[in-house]
């Protein structure tokens, strides 16, 4: 119902008051018109004011534990991620490794001739490994280049550990 059909019912209720005091003189102190005017229409079109303190604490509540549960969530698959990343690193690494394994292998194999002067040259890059910073691994990088740039063999083995002494000095952290 909405205020006019209010107000409507109160005018209709004072006008049977009107004629119940007309005829029975029992109202005869009470007059309608001062009954509407004692009324506040505001009043009448205002609903009651309800507490929803509880309920907003309750929504609240709720929001925030989404809001940790997608935090978490994000995080988890953050963690997953750099595991991830992590774990194909290593493969990469291992690949790389076995890689370098197999054509060494393969080298000694088939460079009968020069097999002496190529396992010491494999033996120089492996020493790459060892070095304790940037500075020794340089070193060392630089005297087995110039090693290989003057070994005679085919230009294939030279290539191979040129890729070789390469690959371990690129693993290397620092």
Known sequence: MDSKEVFKVIQDNAKGL???????????????????????????????????????????????????????????????????????????GIEKNTALLTEMTSLLQTSNEKQAETFELMVEILEIMKSKDQEEANTKFMDVMGKIKGFTDNASTVQSLIGMASTVYNALPF
């Open 18 to 92: 009107e004629r119940m005091r007309n005829s029975s003189g029992i109202f005869k102190e009470l007059d309608p018109n001062k009954v509407l005017e004692s009324l506040k229409m505001s009043e009448l079109a205002t609903p009651p004011k309800v507490d929803t303190s509880y309920t907003q604490s309750l929504l609240d509540g709720i929001q925030q534990s989404k809001a940790e549960a997608q935090q978490r969530e994000a995080e988890e698959q953050q963690r997953e991620a750099e595991y991830k990343e992590s774990v194909l690193s290593s493969l990469q």
